[in-house]
């Protein structure tokens, strides 16, 4: 195991506990479901869905989960 491939697993190991962590600390899909159907959609909550932070724990896994196919990746062709 060369250097780049031993510094490169470090950091692939680093990513999967980061990925890991993230999507755990993502809320379920069934969690609003009370508040719509109780309290309508037209909610405080529902206008700045995109600025909450599940919506960023979203888009940071969509990141997290690219750098880590990417490394895994760079890692089988090394």
Do not use: E
């Amino acid at each position: 195991m060369t250097t780049t491939q031993l510094i490169l697993s470090i950091v692939c190991v680093i990513i999967d506990i980061i990925l890991v962590a993230v999507v755990t600390l993502q809320s379920g899909k069934n969690a609003g479901l009370s508040s719509t159907i109780g309290g309508g959609s037209d909610t405080f909550l529902s206008k700045n869905k995109a600025r909450s932070l599940d919506a960023r724990l979203a888009k940071l896994t969509k990141w997290v989960a690219a750098v880590f196919m990417v490394l895994t990746v760079v890692l089988c062709l090394l």
